[in-house]
């Protein structure tokens, strides 16, 4: 009897330390599962800016077709492509014998319509002194006078395909409009050659742009004097600032606009037509203010490209996280613009959100401000 009491009361013992040690490991357990996060607690908007990079070609600032105003057979090329020529340098000349031709047969049309005005001239002057005195009729005084102003405008006339003929033999030699390089020679010695036909081209290298397509929808948020950072992958470690100064508004192709950045210097060898790559910081005004979270704080959300996401909001009065839809605008650095979603003052969870869930119990490490 006494055996049997005393199996029983030792039994219900180790049953109760068994429950008892079972309700402790399952305290434990839960204490394990809650998981420390790091977070972030935000405070203010910033206003949305954007870094994005682009590439474009390196051109001169200032290029000229250079051609002949005149028609001709090009006798003389003083330059070559590379060629660095200075102002008022002489690079070309077209035969120049038919414009001196020219030249004095308008020099003999002026001198003859100058003898013809002033015998014109002094045979008015004459007819009008006599038909003072009644010597000359009204109607051979007009006719006079006619043949005075008419002789006078074929002098005009002859003096100005005079200076015509002059001018058109001055511009029997091309000089440089600026100092430059030679980039291109399209004639030979010895080839005719009609007036506008391009001859060479000439850069003026100490300024030069960066030739940018910029798409449509970043366009409207730039301004003439923003600044861009280019750098040029032939040229290594090279960084030169610049200035949007230009800014196309006709779309080309695939709705994207040309957008010219005019670099503060030119390094030691870059040159025209090589290869850049502009760095633009795009501010996308008031209206995009948003807050800057790491981009390790979004959980993606299903699709692409309609910004569409999630993070995790910790709610201290239950200690747990909540999942919070938001609206990814763009990012920077590694970090994403949220501009729908959150306000200030939430505490959001910046790592591991690949292991949370709604509704999760979490404990939080060193917390800090946005």
């Excluded at 030069?208 to 730039?222: F, T």
């Excluded at 747990?320 to 979603?341: C, D, H, L, N, Y």
Aim: net charge negative; charged share 25%; with cysteine.
């Amino acid at each position: 009897m006494y055996k049997l009491q005393y199996r029983i009361i030792l039994f219900t013992m180790l049953a109760l330390g068994g429950l008892s040690g079972c309700q402790q490991d399952e305290t434990e357990t839960k204490v394990e599962n809650i998981r420390p996060i790091k977070t972030i607690t935000l405070t203010a908007k910033t206003q949305a800016t954007e870094e994005r990079k682009f590439s474009g070609l390196v051109s001169p600032a200032n290029s000229s077709s250079l051609s002949f105003e005149v028609s001709g057979k090009v006798i003389e090329i003083t330059v070559d492509v590379g060629d660095q020529v200075v102002v008022g340098q002489r690079l070309a000349v077209v035969d120049d014998e038919p414009f001196k031709l020219k030249v004095q047969s308008a020099e003999a049309d002026f001198k003859k319509a100058k003898a013809n005005f002033k015998h014109s001239a002094s045979d008015y002057e004459r007819k009008s002194e006599l038909a003072v005195k009644g010597y000359v009729s009204a109607s051979d005084l007009d006719s006079a006078l006619a043949q005075r102003d008419a002789a006078r405008n074929q002098e005009a006339m002859a003096l100005s395909q005079l200076n015509i003929a002059k001018r058109e033999l001055r511009k029997t030699v091309l000089k440089a409009p600026f100092g430059g390089y030679i980039s291109k020679r399209l004639v030979e010695p010895h080839q005719e050659i009609v007036s506008g036909q391009e001859l060479l081209q000439l850069d003026e290298l100490e300024e030069v742009d960066v030739e940018l397509m910029l798409p449509e929808n970043i366009i409207g948020y730039l301004k003439q004097g923003d600044v861009g950072i280019a750098s040029f992958p032939s040229l290594q470690d090279i960084h030169v600032e610049g200035r949007i100064d230009e800014i196309g508004t006709l779309a080309e192709a695939a709705n994207t606009f040309p957008v010219s950045l005019r670099l503060d210097q030119r390094p030691d060898g870059l040159y025209p037509g090589m290869t850049a790559e502009v760095q633009l910081l795009i501010d996308h005004g008031e209206q995009n203010e948003g807050f800057l979270l790491p981009a390790s704080a979004i959980v993606a959300g299903v699709g692409t490209g309609s910004g569409r996401h999630s993070v995790f909001v910790y709610e201290p009065q239950s200690g747990a996280v909540r999942k919070q839809s938001v609206f990814v605008s763009g990012g920077q650095r590694q970090m994403a613009r949220i501009t729908e979603g959150l306000r200030t003052g939430d505490t959001v969870a910046v790592a591991g959100v690949s292991f949370l869930s709604d509704g999760m119990k979490v404990r939080l490490l060193d917390d800090k401000r946005d």
